[in-house]
């Protein structure tokens, strides 16, 4: 029991930061929004602070608000998440902007993205494409 | 003193029936639609252009219309909403949609022409009829609508500028009037109620 209790310790250490549930949107023109949970495990708070990929010529990370029946959408510097807490990216909220995907990609994404944190950190995952 | 407690209850219990009995009659000769004389004011005609053509409201009256104004740039509210409003009338009936005009208008003059609009409004399927128009046709037909829309420098993204504006959708009789306006037209019911009022 107290090996088991040992190894999982180990294993969620290991993953200073995890990505939960990462989907994209499917394309309509050439821009979507790529959304997930990114949890953070350490005792520190950490941002993600770029998104690199090969489907989109560039990776934002973007805020929308809904202010008196306005959407207002905004680029962030970063996205924080307070020690041993989760954010969550979703519609109508923040949002990895994927812009100028080309034509010939927008029907086949290979989802591929990497999200590089504010403590060096890096995680590769692959979204799936999915309606809204 | 218990006698006059009495028949002062009785008295304010009469005089609440009397009320009630009585709004419920009027509400019962209101119109099933209630316009609420709060759009008397807001719509009227506009000219846009569609990838056939010029729009006008006059081209859209015969039939209710639900017109959504957005751009097509936006990520997930615009794409929401339309998803939402094809939803919505999937659940009264799939005959529903030849019976109304689903009308997308793009805000966004600088970037959006009526083929990359046309285009977008096809994605949710080929029955929407979206629209562009240019700076001064945009402006006076959100002043029109009262819809709320501004232009925002995104200073550091690839974007250059993204559009804020009114989510909302805008019921119109077949003479082109404005029923309703709606923010939720999933969760409350009011919009399907209205609009099956209409094709009644
Ligand atoms: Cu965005």
């Given at each position: 029991m107290?090996?088991?209790?040992?190894?999982?310790?180990?294993?969620?250490?290991?993953?200073?930061q995890e990505v939960k549930n990462p989907w994209i949107k499917k394309p309509i023109i050439g821009m979507t929004g790529a959304y997930m949970v990114i949890q953070n495990n350490t005792n520190k708070e950490v941002s993600l602070i770029r998104v690199?990929?090969?489907?989109a010529k560039h990776y934002e990370i973007h805020t929308h608000t809904k202010v008196d029946g306005v959407m207002k959408m905004r680029q962030i510097k970063e996205l924080v998440i307070n020690p041993k807490k989760s954010v969550e990216l979703k519609p109508m909220s923040y949002h990895i902007m994927m812009l100028e995907i080309p034509k010939k990609?927008?029907?086949?994404l290979s989802?591929?993205?990497?999200?590089i944190f504010s403590n060096g950190k890096t995680i590769e995952i692959t979204a799936p494409v999915k309606e809204l | 003193m218990k006698n006059q407690f009495g028949r002062l209850?009785?008295?304010?219990?009469?005089?609440?029936?009397?009320?009630?009995?009585?709004?419920?009659y009027y509400q019962s000769l209101e119109p099933k639609v209630e316009t609420s004389g709060l759009y008397d004011h807001l719509g009227g005609d506009f000219t846009l252009t569609h990838i056939s053509g010029d729009k006008s409201l006059?081209?859209?009256k015969g039939k209710p219309s639900?017109?959504?104004f957005g751009f097509t740039s936006c990520p997930d509210i615009c794409p929401l909403s339309l998803n939402k409003l094809n939803k919505v009338i999937d659940k009264i009936g799939p005959k529903t949609h030849g019976l109304i005009n689903k009308v997308f208008i793009s805000v966004d003059y600088k970037r959006d022409d009526p083929k990359k609009v046309d285009e977008y409004g096809r994605y949710f399927s080929d029955d929407f009829i979206s629209l562009a128009g240019s700076e001064e046709q945009i402006k006076d037909i959100t002043k029109k609508y009262a819809v709320h829309f501004e232009f925002v420098p995104l200073k550091d993204s690839a974007l250059g500028y993204t559009v804020d504006h009114t989510s909302r959708f805008y019921l119109l009789?077949?003479?082109?009037?404005?029923?309703?306006?709606?923010?939720d037209i999933i969760n409350d019911p009011k919009f399907t109620n209205d609009l099956k009022e209409l094709l009644k």
């Open positions: 107290k090996f088991a209790a040992l190894i999982t310790l180990l294993t969620l250490s290991s993953f200073a690199e990929g090969e489907d990609k927008i029907k086949n989802g591929k993205m990497k999200l | 209850a009785l008295t304010l219990l009469l005089f609440l029936a009397v009320f009630l009995g009585s709004r419920y006059k081209d859209l639900v017109l959504y009789g077949a003479d082109g009037k404005i029923v309703n306006t709606y923010s």
